[in-house]
């Protein structure tokens, strides 16, 4: 893409409207899925990034920490506006969300004891679990066939889980050996 | 004011550990919140499942915990703190892609770190599961939630909120 064509595209989305759409996203993935919602409104609705250059930073979003929405939303903000456009799109997307946990934190903080929320919250809690496996086991995909993928991921679990060793320290131990398995072109 | 500077740097250093998105962090956030700040495992699983049923990210529920901890300026201290290292991170990666962007490394890197960030999500569910499976009805809930997110289309937040229903009336009357 030529410096001229990148002007020509950064020319058509303002900054209001990369923060309206984003905050359309953040206030209504009750959920989760917000990689779909953005994945619609990116190439589909209003055909921001092309298919590949969508994969290519969903890529990105989720080898780098953070959280893959918010890195997504930074990468393509920044694409669409640069600096500015970054900032925008994951206020945008922070914002109300941001807003709920704390209108419904500050009840719960305010009634810690209150008995009968509590035993709301423990059938929301265990539901949240079930969430979270299933989240877990889908994002697992095709890792959970591959004898070597699978190693990896038993390794991970029982450095943190069982040896209890903390994130920084398995990261240390497991990245080198993971990146040294999956070397181009390793022949296992 | 410490406890403040004590927010900011455990979360700035989650923000960073957070490979593979926030679940991965979810059991040394556990660890850390209880051994700093005191907030007991129950608690924290209940923050998380607020967390669960709010739009937009799904660790947002990290404000809940600033707030708790120190306040409205909590909040906002843990939120900046949390978003901000690891976005600007992702920030510079992404301007870095045009360089690496075909290196069969990359892809070498990128293939490493999903399987580990696969194995620190699982250990993410297992904390939860220690502090949320506390009887046969939380586990015949948690697995219920389990089968109908991966078999139909229904919207997990509905499921999540019958879960709560259910578990409030089982737990209430019986």
């Known amino acids: 893409m030529t410096s001229q064509d990148l002007c020509l595209k950064e020319g058509r989305v303002s900054l209001k409207e990369l923060f309206t759409q984003f905050l359309m996203i953040g206030a209504v993935s009750f959920g989760g899925g917000i990689i779909a919602y953005e994945r619609i409104l990116l190439i589909e609705k209003k055909q921001w990034l092309t298919a590949d250059e969508f994969m290519g930073y969903l890529a990105i979003s989720q080898t780098m920490p953070g959280l893959n929405s918010v890195n997504l939303a930074v990468l393509a903000g920044d694409h669409l506006r640069g600096f500015w456009g970054s900032v925008a799109a994951t206020l945008g997307l922070i914002i109300p969300g941001s807003l709920f946990v704390l209108i419904i934190g500050v009840a719960y903080t305010n009634n810690n004891d209150h008995p009968l929320a509590n035993l709301i919250l423990t059938g929301i809690a265990a539901g949240a679990c079930g969430l979270l496996a299933a989240i877990t086991y889908r994002i697992g995909d095709q890792h959970w066939k591959h004898f070597k993928s699978l190693i990896i991921i038993a390794c991970t679990f029982a450095l943190m889980s069982i040896a209890k060793l903390s994130l920084p320290l398995v990261l240390l131990i497991m990245a080198p050996i993971s990146i040294y398995l999956y070397r181009p072109n390793s022949k296992i | ?174």
């Open chain 2, 1 to 174: 004011m410490n406890l403040l500077i004590q927010l900011a740097l455990s979360f700035g250093l989650l923000s960073i550990l957070a490979v593979g998105g926030g679940t991965a962090v979810l059991p040394e956030m556990q660890t850390l919140l209880a051994h700093q700040f005191d907030i007991g495992h129950t608690q924290f699983v209940h923050i998380y499942s607020i967390g669960q049923v709010a739009p937009g990210p799904n660790m947002l529920m990290v404000l809940i915990i600033g707030f708790q901890v120190a306040g409205l300026l909590g909040a906002l201290v843990v939120l900046l703190a949390f978003f901000i290292p690891s976005s600007v991170l992702c920030f510079y990666a992404g301007r870095l892609w045009n360089y690496f962007g075909e290196n069969p490394w990359r892809r070498s890197i990128q293939n490493a770190l999903e399987p580990i960030s696969i194995g620190l999500m699982a250990s993410g569910v297992y904390a939860v599961a220690k502090a949320s499976i506390i009887s046969p009805i939380t586990l015949l809930l948690a697995l219920v939630t389990l089968f109908l997110i991966l078999r139909t289309k229904i919207n997990p937040v509905y499921i999540i909120l019958a879960s709560g229903l259910i578990g409030f009336i089982y737990l209430r009357f019986f």
